[in-house]
């Protein structure tokens, strides 16, 4: 399923109600975002925003410690001024004003969050970076046995009580067959190492 994420400024910073704002912030002065790690989606993401952007900023990953909602803790507590994060971890701060979303990193709005434009929409030309989660098995697994998995992967997918949740969480079940799951990886692959390489992140292997 693809879920959506959203990137989030601190409410004292008033200068960063859209990405304009966040834009000339970064003119003004050195700004920070953190993230759950180097090289994961909440810092690709982020990173990849920056350079459609032009914004340069200093990235603050997780501690060995942490857990994911430190990433939107960071930025709560003015340790850095922005971040990509899960609609549902960030919405209850957004519901008390905690937190202001200046868009949703998909290509479409989120059911969840109607009113947030998309952060192409916002100014970010282009831009799509949804979160997607696949099954995977040890190559060795026998091919029978991979094909039951994908039937039951395949039903379950079907079944009203998981997609009523998916459709709660603004999550889509993606169907594809084994190739079709192996190139988009790929895709995927190719596309953190190219991010990579353009910001300057390291490791890329």
């Not at 966040?22 to 003119?27: D, H, I, K, R, V």
């Not at 459609?52 to 410690?65: D, N, Q, V």
């Not at 099954?135 to 079907?158: F, H, Y």
Request: aromatic fraction near 6%; include cysteine; charged fraction near 20%.
């Amino acid at each position: 399923p693809s879920v959506s994420f959203n990137t989030w400024s601190h409410p004292s910073a008033q200068a960063y109600a859209t990405l304009d704002d966040l834009g000339s912030a970064a003119q003004a002065r050195p700004l920070t975002f953190a993230s759950t790690g180097v090289v994961t989606g909440t810092h690709l993401s982020v990173a990849e925003l920056n350079l459609g952007l032009g914004i340069s900023a200093t990235h603050l990953p997780a501690r060995p410690t942490d857990a994911i909602s430190a990433t939107i803790e960071r930025v709560a507590a003015g340790e850095a001024d922005y971040a990509m994060c899960p609609i549902s971890i960030a919405e209850p701060h957004l519901r008390d004003g905690t937190f202001t979303a200046l868009g949703v990193s998909c290509a479409k709005r989120s059911r969840l969050l109607p009113d947030v434009p998309t952060l192409q929409e916002a100014g970010a030309a282009g831009f799509d970076f949804p979160i997607w989660y696949g099954i995977w098995a040890p190559s060795a697994t026998p091919p029978l046995r991979v094909q039951k998995l994908t039937e039951g992967i395949g039903a379950a997918l079907d079944a009203p009580e998981l997609r009523s949740w998916l459709r709660e969480h603004d999550a889509e079940p993606m169907r594809m067959t084994q190739r079709e799951f192996a190139d988009f990886v790929i895709r995927e692959r190719d596309r953190a190492h190219a991010i990579a390489r353009a910001a300057g992140i390291s490791p890329v292997r």
